[in-house]
């Protein structure tokens, strides 16, 4: 393979890398339910993208056998995370997390989005 071609399938790895462990990290340290929701649909959807592209132009380039196995997985990969990341929000925001007490040592801003039906927060 040319050099070239080499070095930006080692970004595309290392940038594909660097979201997906963004998303994990604000899995992991953010307070809320829909701030952890947020980074990893964003992230790891764009970090799991760009590894897939650089796995298919690997095989594209090398020589092997084109696998359609990358380009199902990144399709199904695509529609399902913003759809159950809707369905997260959504159930969040049925079951009134918004609402719930804050975690205790928490002194970050616990901004929530405003409530479906109108009615005053009283909890912030």
């Given at each position: 393979?040319?050099?070239?071609?080499?070095?930006?399938?080692?970004?595309?790895?290392?940038?594909?890398?660097?979201?997906?462990?963004?998303?994990?990290?604000?899995?992991?340290?953010?307070?809320?339910?829909?701030?952890?929701l947020?980074?990893?649909?964003?992230?790891?959807?764009?970090?799991?993208?760009?590894?897939?592209?650089?796995?298919?132009?690997?095989?594209?380039?090398?020589?092997?056998?084109?696998?359609?196995?990358?380009?199902?997985?990144?399709?199904?990969?695509?529609?399902?995370?913003?759809?159950?990341?809707?369905?997260?929000?959504?159930?969040?925001?049925?079951?009134?997390?918004?609402?719930?007490?804050?975690?205790?040592?928490?002194?970050e801003?616990?901004?929530?989005?405003?409530?479906?039906?109108?009615?005053?927060?009283?909890?912030?």
């Amino acid at each position: 393979m040319d050099i070239i071609f080499e070095i930006l399938l080692i970004a595309l790895l290392a940038t594909g890398s660097f979201f997906t462990l963004i998303g994990a990290f604000s899995l992991i340290r953010l307070s809320e339910f829909f701030k952890r929701l947020h980074g990893p649909t964003k992230a790891s959807t764009l970090g799991v993208g760009c590894m897939l592209v650089a796995s298919v132009g690997y095989h594209a380039f090398s020589g092997t056998d084109p696998q359609p196995r990358e380009l199902l997985i990144t399709a199904f990969l695509l529609l399902t995370a913003p759809i159950s990341a809707h369905l997260l929000a959504k159930a969040g925001l049925s079951l009134r997390l918004d609402e719930r007490p804050r975690l205790p040592g928490g002194d970050e801003d616990t901004h929530v989005p405003p409530r479906p039906d109108g009615a005053p927060d009283e909890n912030h």
